[in-house]
């Protein structure tokens, strides 16, 4: 059966963003990082019309999409299976982590370099691998810092967006052997790219994300900037792309305009440094690349949502982020403190804490839930406008 | 039922929304107009790729050897990966070979990664593959990996040496996939490639080289023979 929708208790919110308010590092730490992100996208943007007419074609590609979604699965998962790519079905996410651990037992992996996988943290796969004695290894620089200080990914395309370099420096120091500690960001790359290495030419298994599926090739179309995710995707013997049943999309050339939104939204890059479209496992005569390579299509509630035809609409979400950047409640209790922070179609986690309710789900977005928000949290009196600590 | 049956079945029994509308990429089309002519193609892709912090070196289709072979002794790359079996590679290895001692040592990639992996991963400086063609939009290379280039060897050395004919400058990406009918057949990997590994994930503060390539190097060959 799938989840319903399930609207998260607030449970310890008011504490947690209480204590993010009044935590004057990490609101410098993030109102920095928003100020730079949503100024990097305003830069690639600078027409607001072909902003505009960009979006509306974004719009229209994906909700040809979902207008024809069993389809479109069904076409994909055709030509994927005739390009030798294996397709799974979840409808939960333990099944979708009892199918990535039928293949690990199967392939006898102890050890599973990740890329970025959005749907991996949903699922809570790190999790149930390592209840099952494998190893899980964060590859993304971000998620690898995250990983290794025990914490959860603050935001969707820069998870350590809450850590400052001195905290990054003694994170090392303290958990890589050998590593003295440093502030020079070129060197804490360096190092993570030295340990990394190793762990690459060592997994078994290597698991991605998926940005776009495009059924009429069978092509799975990953996007990246650090190149993590090719290693994952191509040098561990079996390659597992996990990813939800709305990322489908019917043509390749639906892509282009679609990757055109995605990064410069994102992080304000007109392009990633990679893009990376699988179709197929190792073939006869070539030499490198993975000998199996699996899709898991994730459900998790967005069956539900594609049944509502108001919430089918957020099944058009490409995650590039932009409106986490552009959040006046994420920029202010973001990071790991505000718990369910993920943004997108993920049921479980969409609606964010202030929304009780599926009328309330787009407050979260509005300038003018800031004050009310600070009303319920602090019971401060409304007119002290030039005390609001979120009115900076 | 299978999970696969049910999640169909709710699809399928779901309202229908708006009807399917097949998304015009005319208007996107005519709002991307290609560059005038093929020296602002090239010119554009030198500018955007060169921003990604890739170089790019102009010379000819019988000069590149030369070239590479010095701007391999200035990053002092001791060992160069590269093709056997393509022409450029043939082409590299009787430049080299002629070039004595001076010129770094020429490692073919000719076997399967899992029998080398270790030796791939610590010993090799560099590598040397073609390209398919380019993006100039964006700045991007367009690389088919084979089993003549495997798909590694744009990724694990530290430097990316990349061949490229200036004639095969599309205009942006939509444009090369209609242009060369991809939809009709992908490769194993296809890979658009936009200068050097980076990340910014530690205080947005920009570093090359995360688990990729270092450097990317363009040698940008004129088929006309002349320099631009």
């Known amino acids: 059966m799938s989840q319903p929708i399930q609207i998260h208790p607030a449970k310890g919110f008011k504490e947690r963003s209480l204590a993010a308010l009044n935590d004057p590092a990490q609101r410098k730490n993030f109102r920095g990082a928003m100020d730079f992100l949503q100024m990097k996208r305003r830069a690639q943007f600078p027409d607001p019309k072909d902003l505009s007419s960009l979006r509306d074609l974004g719009e229209a590609i994906r909700r040809y999409s979902l207008a024809r979604l069993p389809d479109l699965l069904e076409q994909l998962e055709r030509n994927l299976t005739a390009n030798g790519i294996q397709v799974h079905w979840a409808e939960t996410p333990d099944q979708a982590n009892a199918i990535a651990l039928g293949i690990a037992r199967r392939v006898d992996a102890r050890l599973i370099a990740k890329g970025k996988s959005m749907v991996s943290e949903e699922v809570g796969f790190n999790h149930a691998m390592e209840a099952a004695g494998i190893e899980t290894l964060e590859t993304d620089m971000g998620e690898y810092i995250v990983q290794l200080a025990g914490e959860a990914p603050s935001h969707i395309i820069m998870p350590a967006i809450h850590k400052t370099k001195q905290q990054i420096a003694a994170l090392f120091a303290e958990k890589i052997p050998g590593v003295a500690y440093s502030e020079d960001v070129d060197t804490l790359i360096q190092i993570g790219r030295r340990v990394l290495r190793r762990k690459f030419a060592a997994a078994d298994i290597g698991l991605s994300g998926v940005n776009f599926a495009v059924a009429e090739t069978g092509t799975l179309f990953l996007v990246e900037n650090e190149g993590n995710g090719r290693m994952c995707t191509t040098v561990p013997r079996v390659h597992i792309a996990i990813t939800g049943i709305e990322k489908v999309v019917a043509k390749l050339e639906h892509v282009p305009p679609l990757n055109s939104l995605l990064p410069r939204s994102a992080t304000g890059q007109p392009v990633t440094t990679y893009l990376n479209l699988i179709s197929s496992p190792r073939k006869a005569g070539e030499l490198d690349g993975p000998e199996e390579v699996h899709l898991i299509l994730v459900d998790n509630g967005r069956t539900q949502a594609y049944g509502d035809l108001q919430l089918r609409a957020t099944l058009q979400c490409i995650r590039c982020g932009a409106c986490m950047n552009h959040c006046p409640v994420y920029a202010r209790i973001g990071g790991p403190r505000l718990r369910h922070h993920l943004s997108g179609p993920d049921r479980r986690h969409h609606l964010a804490p202030p929304a009780r309710s599926r009328r309330h789900l787009p407050a979260v977005l509005r300038l003018d839930a800031v004050p009310r928000l600070r009303r319920r949290l602090s019971g401060a009196h409304p007119d002290h406008r030039s005390a609001d600590p979120l009115a900076q | ?228």
Not at chain 2, 66 to 82: H, I, N, P, Y
């Open chain 2, 1 to 228: 039922m299978s999970a696969r049956e049910r999640i169909l079945g709710r699809l399928r029994a779901a309202p229908a929304g708006s009807p399917a509308v097949l998304p015009d990429l005319g208007a996107w089309r005519a709002m991307h107009p290609p560059p005038a002519d093929a020296a602002a193609a090239i010119a554009l892709f030198r500018k955007n790729i060169e921003a990604a912090r890739a170089e790019v070196h102009d010379t000819t289709a019988q000069d590149w050897p030369l070239l590479l072979a010095k701007l391999a002794a200035g990053k002092g790359v001791r060992t160069l990966l590269f093709g056997p079996n393509t022409r450029h590679g043939a082409q590299l290895a009787a430049h080299l070979n002629a070039a004595g001692p001076a010129a770094p040592r020429l490692v073919p990639y000719n076997r399967p990664v899992d029998k080398w992996r270790d030796e791939l991963f610590d010993d090799i400086d560099a590598s040397l593959t073609g390209a398919r063609g380019a993006i100039a939009d964006t700045g991007s290379l367009i690389l088919w990996p084979d089993a003549s280039e495997p798909r590694l060897m744009s990724l694990v050395p530290h430097i990316h040496f990349v061949l490229l004919d200036a004639a095969l400058i599309h205009a942006n990406l939509l444009a090369a996939i209609t242009a060369e009918h991809w939809a009709t057949g992908m490769p194993t990997n296809a890979l658009v490639i936009s200068g050097p590994s980076k990340t910014a994930d530690i205080q947005q503060t920009l570093a090359y080289g995360a688990h990729g390539p270092r450097e990317v190097v363009v040698l940008l060959c004129n088929t006309n023979g002349d320099k631009p």
